[in-house]
């Protein structure tokens, strides 16, 4: 990491790694720390997860906060200084004047978690769900002959079938729908007894048949953390003839990409995320929705009589509705691209040729486009992929097993962290190309996946937890230790036996434990517990903007 001290280097070994492993620009200095203008002293990636939310939400299907078992804010990190050295290469070749790029872990988890702190933020009754503990149990589910899977609809019809097949009764159904819908939103899943008593009845290739019969996909829970197959994060291929070099820029004042247009055409969060960042860098961003509008739109609670999950990611977008499927409509659409650098969609896999508005298609439109597909599986599951949503790819994919320590069930992460991670590596692929065209003139087609994108999280082998590795309840919360410490440095600071300070940090406050660590020189960091919390804290205050709702601000710092 480049340009950064020697401590910074060493905290954001992660994020570093995966910014090598994308390619930045080696001409940009990338600096990376911890915690940015959050005026916190954030020592390492627990701590991150701690102070800025990701163990508040990560944790809300279990009813506590609860650590990842990745070091997945710094792999944001990563990817986030990666684009920002790409960003600055673009800006620089346009004329302006831009050799350094600043990031950092914190600003990487606020990104992370952002829909969630928007409908915290907001003024509703709804605006903070929690898990019910009477709810019932969660998914994966386990079936009459010990296999544990995992399901996926995005439609009632195809959950309907596939219950009343299995043998469940309506009200369960009913109640069932509700919450499994809404977890991407919400990060919890309470669903009734009763459908995990049905599959629990139920031989594994019975409940196969029936998620063919009824439309439901179903996948086996990997026990491995290891990814089934090794691919890029992202793959670029030449596309169609070059088109005019990009206008100069002297020095852009709306970001780096400040005069570039980006259309697309994408849904729910992977794709969104996409358009999201590109904006935030300063392009133009066109969002074509079907008439009526994105469906999202609607979904409590809102602001402004929108949403807030779907303004989180789509604000600032100049929005124009489109039918796709007629003819008018495709048009209409290869009219916005020919004024256009990119198009960005995250269709499902063939819908693209099918209204022939695949790379090559638009690619006649518009001279020298990068074409971006963000897909769930991409090319690594086969001709016909499972449903490429982001807990199959979890479970699918080995991430889960990754989350999950050696002795414990494994469970995706409620909180959608392959459908962020996938939508920063597609704007990533996106500015790769878009640089490869201000140099050359030359368009590029661009395919990044959910799955692709979690092949950046380092996993090591599943081991038994850490008993001093948090959060730690204490009498009115909970709270992280300095990663790695010494059982013998512990003791020494807070009293008692190695195997005792579990217990004894619920003798005493948040607060008195985090006295008691200064004193011994050690940073002992408070696990957010409500993420309203955050939107309050004069600490965040040079990260978070707020206008409807609260939102993080750009994390680069560019010079």
Not at 168 to 195: D, K, M, V, Y
Not at 250 to 263: I, M, S, T, W
Not at 376 to 383: D, L
Request: hydrophobic residues 45%; charged residues 20%; contains cysteine.
């Amino acid at each position: 990491m480049s340009g950064a001290p020697t401590s910074e280097r060493a905290a954001a070994r992660v994020a570093a790694e995966v910014r090598d492993a994308l390619r930045g620009e080696p001409d940009v200095t990338c600096e990376i720390d911890w915690s940015g203008p959050v005026r916190a002293v954030l020592p390492d990636e627990d701590a991150v997860q701690a102070a800025c939310g990701i163990m508040q939400v990560h944790g809300r299907a279990a009813g506590r906060p609860a650590a990842l078992g990745v070091d997945y804010a710094s792999v944001v990190a990563g990817v986030l200084a990666s684009q920002g050295e790409l960003a600055a290469a673009i800006a620089r070749a346009r004329g302006a004047r831009v050799s350094r790029v600043r990031t950092s872990v914190a600003e990487a988890a606020l990104l992370a978690v952002q829909q969630y702190l928007a409908v915290a933020a907001t003024e509703s009754d709804d605006a903070e769900p929690r898990a019910d503990p009477g709810g019932g149990p969660r998914p994966p589910f386990t079936t009459a002959d010990g296999v544990r899977c995992e399901l996926e609809t995005l439609d009632a019809e195809p959950w309907l079938r596939f219950w009343r097949t299995l043998g469940a009764g309506n009200a369960a159904i009913s109640r069932g729908w509700g919450p499994f819908q809404q977890r991407f939103g919400t990060a919890c899943c309470p669903l009734p007894p009763e459908l995990h008593e049905v599959v629990g009845r139920t031989r594994f290739a019975e409940v196969l048949a029936a998620a063919a019969e009824s439309g439901v996909a179903v996948l086996p829970v990997r026990e491995d953390p290891v990814p089934p197959w090794e691919v890029p994060a992202c793959t670029t291929t030449p596309l169609g003839s070059a088109g005019a070099p990009l206008r100069p820029r002297g020095a852009p004042a709306a970001g780096p990409l400040d005069g570039l247009v980006v259309v697309e055409s994408t849904r729910r969060v992977q794709g969104p995320v996409a358009g999201h960042v590109l904006r935030m860098l300063g392009a133009e961003v066109v969002r074509v929705e079907p008439p009526g509008g994105d469906p999202m739109r609607g979904i409590p609670p809102t602001a402004g009589g929108t949403s807030v999950r779907y303004r989180s990611l789509n604000d600032g977008k100049r929005v124009v509705e489109v039918d796709i499927k007629s003819a008018a409509g495709r048009r209409a659409v290869h009219e916005l691209v020919a004024d256009a650098e990119v198009f960005v969609h995250n269709w499902a896999p063939g819908k693209a040729a099918q209204l022939g508005l695949d790379a090559d298609d638009l690619a006649r439109s518009a001279p020298g486009l990068v074409y971006a597909w963000a897909s769930g599986w991409g090319g690594a599951a086969g001709p016909n992929p499972p449903l490429g949503t982001d807990f199959l790819v979890q479970v699918g994919g080995g991430l889960a097993a990754a989350l999950s320590p050696a002795g414990a069930p494994v469970r995706p992460s409620l909180m959608t962290l392959t459908d962020v991670l996938g939508g920063l590596v597609c704007a990533h692929g996106v500015l790769r190309a878009l640089l490869r065209r201000v140099r050359t003139g030359a368009g590029a087609r661009v395919d990044t996946s959910l799955f692709s994108a979690a092949g950046l999280v380092p996993r090591a082998p599943r081991a038994r937890p850490d008993p001093l590795r948090g959060p730690l309840r204490t009498a009115d919360g909970s709270l992280v230790l300095p990663r790695g410490i010494d059982p013998a440095t512990a003791t020494a600071a807070f009293g008692g036996a190695p195997g005792e300070l579990p217990t004894r940090f619920r003798e005493r406050t948040t607060g008195e434990w985090v006295h008691r660590g200064a004193a011994a020189g050690l940073v002992v960091t408070p696990v957010c517990a409500d993420l309203r919390d955050l939107t309050t804290d004069d600490r965040f205050g040079a990260a978070l903007g707020r206008a409807e709702h609260v939102f993080p601000l750009p994390p680069w710092e560019f010079s």
